[in-house]
């Protein structure tokens, strides 16, 4: 049987067409950890390690499914996000980090404030409101997402996290005739952004692998679902309530134009750790 160095070779050599040697190494220690439990660290003293032949099986697919260029969180089934793992498949973004910095700045904002009434427009796994749940546990949460499947994903990941949150399975652009006198304190949302011009820059992996529900709006009208919740939220937001966006870092200013021209008092505009404009913070 192959000893795992070889593997690590292997993954170099097969894999080097699609992404960069740092890429490569994070994918081979995410696949590792998955079938051996070894972390990067326990590698470096187990590399001479001989893999049984059920280990040999599971490695050479899941390198298959990557030179496919499938997402490594898709072949696994799972993606990590703000120290949970988190269920995920083709009907449903992988968590990102700037999605993180997000849901920090809505903790670090309201976690000594309570009780909370919260909606996630556009809830995907539900990576956004279960980490809500988790750390403001005296909120009231529901999450919306037009896509049966992402529902039942996001569901099975509120249950598993022991996270009770109101799924609503609906369009938010038809929120006019789903709501009623229901008012909320936050209302977050990371909606689809991505125009049709930008997939020329996208990697195959997003661009083949995940929802496009979830990830793009028409050209001809970059900011639907920003304004559309924007407008739901001047009806549902409490008086002294915050609207969170994660945007399209191209449209930042349009963003912030849009909801100033809305009526909403204050709009702030924050930069990820990539320095890419990427969150707003709106009050009314």
Same mark, same amino acid.
């Not at 740092?22 to 190494?25: D, F, G, P, V, W």
């Not at 280990?55 to 969180?73: A, D, G, S, T």
């Not at 990941?157 to 399975?169: K, Q, S």
């Given at each position: 049987m192959e000893k795992l160095q070889t593997y690590h070779s292997l993954f170099q050599k097969n894999l080097a067409t699609f992404y960069d040697t740092?890429? %490569? /190494?994070n994918l081979f220690f995410m696949v590792i950890e998955d079938v051996l439990g070894l972390s990067s660290i326990q590698y470096s003293l187990n590399k001479d390690l001989e893999l049984s &032949? &059920?280990? =040999?099986?599971?490695?050479?697919?899941?390198? /298959?499914?990557?030179?496919? !260029? /499938?997402?490594? !969180?898709h072949i696994l089934k799972k993606a990590d996000f703000y120290g949970e793992v988190f269920e995920v498949n083709e009907f449903v973004l992988i968590p990102?980090?700037?999605?993180?910095?997000?849901?920090?700045?809505?903790?670090?904002? =309201? !976690?000594? !404030? *309570?009780?909370?009434?919260?909606?996630?427009?556009?809830?995907?796994?539900?990576? %956004?409101?279960?980490?809500?749940? /988790?750390?403001?546990k005296e909120a009231n949460i529901s999450a919306l997402d037009i896509s049966k499947e992402a529902i039942a994903t996001a569901k099975r990941? *509120?249950?598993?996290?022991?996270?009770?949150?109101?799924?609503?399975?609906a369009d938010i652009l038809e929120w006019e005739y789903i709501f009623q006198n229901q008012q909320y304190d936050i209302i977050v949302s990371n909606p689809p952004y991505i125009t049709p011009k930008e997939k020329e820059q996208m990697h195959p992996n997003v661009l083949e692998f995940e929802p496009h529900l979830a990830l793009f709006v028409e050209e001809t009208a970059p900011l639907l679902f920003y304004e559309t919740i924007a407008s739901f939220a001047l009806k549902h937001l409490s008086a002294e309530g915050d609207l969170y966006f994660e945007i399209n870092q191209y449209y930042g200013t349009e963003t912030v134009d849009m909801l100033r021209k809305k009526g909403f008092k204050t709009v702030d505009l924050y930069h990820d750790m990539q320095q890419n404009p990427r969150m707003i913070h709106a009050k009314r």
């Open positions: 740092e890429e %490569i /190494k &032949e &059920e280990q =040999h099986i599971r490695m050479n697919k899941l390198l /298959k499914e990557l030179v496919k !260029q /499938k997402p490594i !969180q990102r980090s700037e999605t993180e910095e997000l849901v920090d700045m809505i903790i670090r904002n =309201h !976690q000594h !404030q *309570a009780p909370l009434r919260i909606i996630d427009v556009g809830t995907g796994s539900g990576c %956004i409101p279960i980490t809500l749940k /988790k750390h403001l990941n *509120a249950d598993r996290l022991n996270t009770p949150i109101n799924f609503v399975n």
